[in-house]
């Protein structure tokens, strides 16, 4: 469903009675915020490679950004999975093409 239908349809609540004029405003702001998504879904739009703490492509600096643990650590684990049959290697080329940057 589209934007303009989901507005529409508040807007026929609102008229109909249902909604109250400041229940209307306050369900169209988080409309058109988009904070309808659940926490998880939102702290995935938010993740990006991060330009500063950066080695090769900023991916450890980005999620280190969104875990709040420390970027070192992320690239041990990388390491870690390297080790285990180039694992590592792989989810890191896969993020470095699917997450932006900053």
Known sequence: MSLADELQKLDELRVRGVLSDAEFEQS???????DDLPPAL???????????????????GGIARST??????????????????????LLYVLLWIFVPAE
């Open 28 to 34: 169209k702001r988080r409309l058109l915020a988009g």
């Open 42 to 60: 939102q702290a995935v739009n938010r993740f990006r490679r991060s330009r500063d703490d950066r080695w090769i492509a900023g991916l450890c």
């Open 68 to 89: 709040g643990v420390e970027s070192w650590i992320w690239r041990l684990i990388f390491f870690v999975l390297l080790l285990f049959g180039g694992t590592g290697l």
